[in-house]
């Protein structure tokens, strides 16, 4: 019912900056909650960042709060995660997801993912 494309990875020294999207089509964007999920090569899929409905509500995990800045535009049924002082240990694949639940944090608690797309923080 609904499908996400991540865009916007690439290579970045670290201390840069970059901006991940994430477009959704399919059923109303607005009816979800989103957040983002990374992936590091030999390790386990870990929450990045949440946010709800319509942007009220935030969560981060604590190794990318402070650098990293989730937002939405409904109107263009876009999901965005700004990244900023980044870190070698920030390289991931970065993934997008859906949940029909505001609040969601686990892996489990999301209902719709994206392909990926890859960030590499290296000098």
């Known amino acids: 019912q609904v499908q996400l494309v991540e865009s916007g990875g690439g290579l970045v020294q670290p201390g840069g900056s970059l901006r991940v999207s994430c477009a959704a089509s399919?059923?109303?964007?607005?009816?979800?909650?989103m957040g983002w999920f990374r992936q590091a090569p030999g390790k386990e899929r870990e929450f990045v960042a949440a946010?709800?409905?319509?942007?009220?509500?935030?969560d981060y995990a604590d190794s990318v709060k402070g650098r990293f800045t989730i937002s939405r535009d409904n109107a263009k049924n876009t999901l965005y995660l700004q990244m900023n002082s980044l870190k070698p240990e920030d390289t991931a694949v970065y993934y997008c997801a859906a949940s029909r639940r505001t609040g969601a944090t686990q892996i489990t608690q999301f209902d719709y993912w994206g392909q990926g797309t890859q960030v590499t923080v290296s000098s």
């Open positions: 399919g059923r109303t964007f607005s009816s979800y909650a």
């Open positions: 946010i709800d409905w319509i942007g009220a509500r935030l």
